[in-house]
């Protein structure tokens, strides 16, 4: 049986701005990287007084971290202006999100990670609250989503673990789309920068024929990090150059803003 075909992709230059701009960065002074904790057009944190004084007789508690707001996850993400040319706003979802990605297999655990790559999301209704921000790279053709949440440590931990088991699980498998496009899938981890308090990063490779009968392959690249009691998370993928640079400096970057963002919310408690 000869496999549907897909979305074929455009051959996309070679382009590595955004891996030099972010190494930039991620290079800058400690000084530097504290100014860049707050983009300049997110909202600020917001400033949390107490509404009334604790009785002269009660014994003052220690402060506790703050929670996050979604000013806070705001102004914890990572944006375009961060990654530099040639990435821009997102203009909505590409062709290949509905083409490949919404695809069924037998498997269950590998099912559930196409349903996760679809949805954008890991965490589903247990992310609150959370801000996201979509990125199209216009010379590769690719995208890139980024969250910030506030989800529960058991929670994201929990999800980690899961994902650690996928190479295992789902290295190859064959998955069919909406259209009878039979996909090969393969899954590998990528190595994330030891930053937070856990982490895990996989690659997905989704290959099959364009059109005209050659062989085409969509990369999606998802990272989750675990920040104290919140949690990055990224989706990155197209049929063009998926660069894991690109990956771990926007999540080495997240992680040192939404670090900073969580001192400035416990000083104001």
């Known amino acids: 049986m000869t496999p549907a075909p897909v979305p074929a992709p455009r051959t996309p230059p070679r382009a590595t701005a955004a891996v030099l701009a972010l190494g930039t960065l991620l290079t800058a002074t400690t000084t530097a990287c504290s100014a860049l904790t707050t983009p300049p057009t997110a ?3 917001p400033i949390a007084r107490p509404t009334t004084a604790p009785p002269p007789s009660a014994t003052p508690k220690p402060a506790s971290a703050s929670t996050l707001t979604e000013a806070m996850a705001q102004a914890a993400l990572v944006t375009d202006a961060d990654l530099g040319e040639p990435w821009t706003p997102t203009q909505g979802a590409a062709t290949w999100h509905d083409g490949v990605l919404k695809a069924k297999t037998d498997n269950a655990d590998c099912q ?3 349903d996760n790559l679809y949805a954008d999301d890991l965490f589903g209704d247990a992310a609150h609250p959370r801000a996201v921000v979509g990125m199209d790279d216009e010379w590769n053709e690719t995208q890139l989503r980024y969250q910030v ?3 529960a440590p058991a929670e994201v931990d929990k999800t980690l673990a899961w994902l650690r088991t996928l190479p295992a699980k789902c290295a190859q498998f064959a998955a069919t789309t909406t259209t009878g496009a039979v996909l090969g899938a393969q899954v590998t981890e990528t190595r994330l920068p030891e930053s937070g308090d856990g982490r895990q990063g996989l690659r997905v490779l989704l290959t099959g024929e364009s059109p005209d009968g050659e062989p085409t392959t969509l990369t ?3 990272a989750a990090v675990r920040v104290g009691e919140d949690v990055i998370s ?4 197209g049929f063009g150059d ?19 963002v969580r001192k400035q919310g416990r000083v104001q408690v």
């Open 43 to 45: 909202p600020k944190p």
């Open 234 to 237: 990224l989706s990155y993928g």
């Open 149 to 151: 949440a506030a989800v």
């Open 112 to 114: 559930r990670l196409l």
């Open 220 to 222: 999606v690249e998802i």
């Open 242 to 260: 998926v660069q894991t640079d690109v990956t771990r400096a926007a999540v080495e970057l997240g992680v040192r803003r939404l670090t900073e």
